[in-house]
C-alpha cells in the first residue's frame, strides 16, 4: 500500500472501478492492501495463523464497506482505520493471553543467560536442542520472535500507536486520524510506547546495547528447548515476504547510530511479510457469492 501521504492514480483508479461493483477492481485492490493489513496485524497478533485470520476479517469489510469510503483521507488511512479497529477489538490469541510484561520478559530473559552470557540450558540438553553450532536463519528466527514478543509487553493501544509511528512510519496526522486521537493526544501516546520499549530494549538486548548480556545466538538453545524456536518450522525468518525475496540478515542494522535509532531498527529490520496468497482468494470468493445473493434479490 502506498504511504498515507500520498496515494497513486492506479490506487485510486482501483477505489474508484472497485466502488463501482468491477469484481476484478475489487479482486486487484485486495492484492494492492492485503500485505500492509497483513504486516500490521502480524506484528500486532505475533502468531501468523492468528494475523492470516484478521487479515481476511479486515479486508472483507474494506471491500463490502467501500461504498462508505468518501476520500475525506487517504484511502490507506481508511484501510488502516478499519485495520486498527478490528485489531483492538478482536480476541486475544495464544500469545496474548500470556500478558507478559516487559519486566517478566527482562526477568526471563536474564533467567536463561547466564553470568558468563551463555544459555543456562544444559550442554547435553543444547547439543541435543539444536546441535554445536547455531544456523543464522535459526539465530533471526529468535531475533524476529523475540523482538514480536517485545511488542506483545506493550497494551495493544501502544503497540499499534508505536507500529504506526516508529515501525511503519506512518506520518503523525496520518497515525492520529487512523487511531482517531487528537495528535497531541497520539504524541503523548506514542512517546509512552517508546520510551517502554527503549528502556526494556537498553537493559535486555544485545542488538541495542553491548553490555546487555542477551544475544540472539546465546538464546536460541533455551528458546529450542522451551518451543519458542522450532528449527524445522520457522514462523518469522522463513516466511514469504514481498517481491518473493529474503532479506539480507539483520541488513538494517546500524552500529554507528544512538540508541534510540538502534531501538527502531531492530523491528524496521524484520522482514517486510507478504500476506499468504490464500487470504486475496478467499477475499474474493466471499465478495462473489455475497454478490451473486444480492443479483438474486
Known sequence: MAPVSSEPSELEGLVRSATGGDAEAVHALVLAIQDDVY????????????????TQEILVKVVTHLSSY??????????????????LDCKKGIAEQLEVSFEAF????????????EPTIADG?????????????VAEEMKLSCTQGMLLCLDREHRIAYLLGEVLGVSGEAAASIL???EPAYRKR??????????????SCGLVAESAPCRCERRVPSAIHEGIVRPDRLRFAGHAVRGGGRPSLFARMRDDVEEMHRV???FRSAPDYAAPPAVAARVRAIFTARSAASSDH
Open 39 to 54: 504486516g500490521l496485524a502480524l506484528r500486532m497478533l505475533w502468531r501468523p495463523q492468528d494475523a492470516e485470520d484478521a
Open 70 to 87: 468518501r476520500g475525506e483521507s487517504a484511502f490507506s488511512t481508511w484501510v488502516f482505520r478499519i485495520a486498527k479497529n478490528h485489531l
Open 106 to 117: 527482562a526477568e526471563h530473559l536474564a533467567s536463561n543467560v547466564g553470568a558468563g552470557g
Open 125 to 137: 540438553q543444547r547439543a541435543a536442542a539444536s546441535g554445536d553450532a547455531v544456523q543464522p536463519l
Open 180 to 182: 482517531e486521537l487528537a
Open 190 to 203: 506514542l512517546s509512552r510506547a517508546r520510551t517502554r520499549m527503549r528502556s526494556f530494549m537498553a537493559e
Open 264 to 266: 527502531v531498527d531492530v
